[in-house]
């Protein structure tokens, strides 16, 4: 056993603003560059640069067939998002002709202090040139300033292939780098969750003031939050719960189930007897296997904590789960560098021996 391969992106994002476990398989760093996608094979490859007027540079794309690309550019001087004049974003490659984009193509996050633009990149060959690049040269003008920097291509070829192979695009029409013949392939059955207004109403109610979500900030519902049609007129909601802390996350599953939302309990073992919560910490789930994981670390190195498998059963008003395995270590007094994590060797609560 191994820690699950498809884990939502929050909870791996312990400790770091950008650092996902790489055991996870759904994050890689190629040079400079950081690579993660989710489990709706959404996926991002991003930068960031210090002492540079361009602090930032990262790409987007979801895993929808023939989905669009957005590449999001976050300048140093804030000024250049609150001025009123015109805004030009112009992006060169080793000192090619450069790709110009005018105020219709470029949408502006104050929040977030970037600049998105939007159009056919790939078509127009802008991908091709940075996945073949050594240097893109960006250059923001508005009004009386202007803001230029050089960013750092190495690294972009594999980031931009790490992509297609993971949203399995590689040999398919609408890949990015491995282009092929094949036709594009079919949506993936799970939608990210964005925003609260994303859910139906019955579950945003959750993160209402006194719901059991109600401390959970949008910000972390991307990336982290999805939707999964299970059976018609059944769709599970997994979603980010809640603040927490340093390295462990929660998360709750809320099924609806002919428009009656319930929150999914997780059964688990509590002084040797069986038990449920509501609530668990650093979710995994297996959309193809209909199966969660949960890893709640006992401490930032991920060596000890406690480990749980479920897996759906059929109940009579809906989904249950039921646990297959709950493993516990407690926290060594010193940490073994080169020890692997791998809770298959750890004591079990369940089953019973």
């Known amino acids: 056993m191994r820690l699950s391969t498809l884990s939502l992106t929050l909870a ?38 210090s002492d540079n007027p361009i602090s930032g540079l990262e790409l987007q794309r979801s895993g929808l067939p023939e989905a669009p690309v957005a590449l999001l550019i976050s300048p140093s001087e804030s000024a250049l998002l609150e001025d009123e004049g015109e805004l030009t974003v112009a992006i060169s490659i080793d000192g090619g002709a450069p790709a110009t984009f005018k105020d219709s193509e470029i949408a502006i996050d104050a929040n977030a202090a970037v600049l998105s633009l939007s159009g056919d990149f790939i078509g127009s060959g802008l991908i091709d040139s940075l996945k073949n690049g050594t240097t893109a040269k960006i250059t923001i003008s508005r009004s009386q300033m202007t803001a230029e920097g050089d960013v750092p291509l190495a690294g972009a070829a594999a980031s931009l292939l790490f992509i297609d192979e993971f949203q399995k695009r590689v040999g398919h029409v609408d890949a990015m780098s491995a282009k092929g013949e094949k036709a594009p392939n079919p949506p993936p059955p799970v939608l990210d969750i964005r925003r609260f207004a994303d859910f139906p109403e019955t579950v945003r109610a959750r993160f209402a003031d006194g719901g059991e979500c ?12 999805l939707a999964h049609k299970i059976a018609e007129e059944q769709t599970l909601y997994v979603t980010p719960c809640g603040m927490g802390g340093a390295y462990n996350f929660p998360y709750a599953v809320f099924v609806e189930v002919y428009g009656t939302v319930s929150t999914l309990p997780f059964p688990t073992m509590q002084e040797g007897a069986p038990s449920a919560v509501t609530s668990v910490f650093n979710l995994s789930y297996d959309y193809e296997a209909k199966t969660f994981s949960a890893f709640f670390k006992g401490r930032g190195v991920g060596d000890c904590g406690t480990y749980n498998e479920w897996k759906f059963a059929k109940g009579a008003m809906g989904p249950q789960l039921v646990l297959v395995e709950e493993a516990f270590r407690d926290c060594p007094a010193e940490i073994d560098e080169n020890e692997a994590v791998d809770p298959a060797n750890w004591p079990k609560s369940w089953p019973l021996r």
């Open 12 to 49: 791996a994002l312990a400790g770091s603003s950008f650092a996902v476990n790489a055991a996870d398989g759904a994050y890689k760093e190629f040079k400079s560059w950081q690579v993660s996608c989710s489990q709706t094979l959404s996926c991002s490859m991003r930068q960031f640069i």
């Open 214 to 225: 109600a401390e959970t900030e949008e910000a972390m519902l991307d990336g982290n939050a």
